[in-house]
Nanobody, 115 residues
Framework: QVQLEESGGGPVQSGGSLRLSCVVSGFAVSTSAMSWYRQAPGKERELVASITAGGSTNYADSVKDRFTISRVNVKNTVYLQMNSLKPEDTAVYYC?????????WGKGTLVTVSS
């Protein structure tokens, strides 16, 4: 059974940092592309960062040079290091993984950045 569980969100002041974690069960993160998405109140869900099975990364323009996606295979966990946070980064952050033609999502973790 595939499950994704995010953690690490919370309140933070502008300019601060947080590290989000996505613990995966049911398949190995090293074999799949993994992504972080976010959804702000009243807005559509958007792609924040992704990492391929080969380790290539991609970022939304709005988070480039501030966020870093990574994974630790032995922990089967994907991370999102977020630095220099801004109020506009406030959102629920979700982890997503494709597996055998289906997209699996976690329940999300809320990040609230205050000015």
């Amino acid at each position: 059974q595939v499950q994704l569980e995010e953690s690490g969100g919370g309140p933070v002041q502008s300019g601060g940092s947080l590290r989000l974690s996505c613990v995966v069960s049911g398949f190995a993160v090293s074999t799949s592309a993994m992504s972080w998405y976010r959804q702000a109140p009243g807005k559509e869900r958007e792609l924040v960062a992704s990492i391929t099975a080969g380790g290539s990364t991609n970022y939304a323009d709005s988070v480039k040079d501030r966020f870093t996606i990574s994974r630790v295979n032995v922990k089967n966990t994907v991370y999102l290091q977020m630095n220099s946070l801004k109020p506009e980064d406030t959102a629920v952050y979700y982890c997503k993984a494709p597996y055998y033609g289906m997209n699996y999502w976690g329940k999300g973790t809320l990040v609230t950045v205050s000015s």
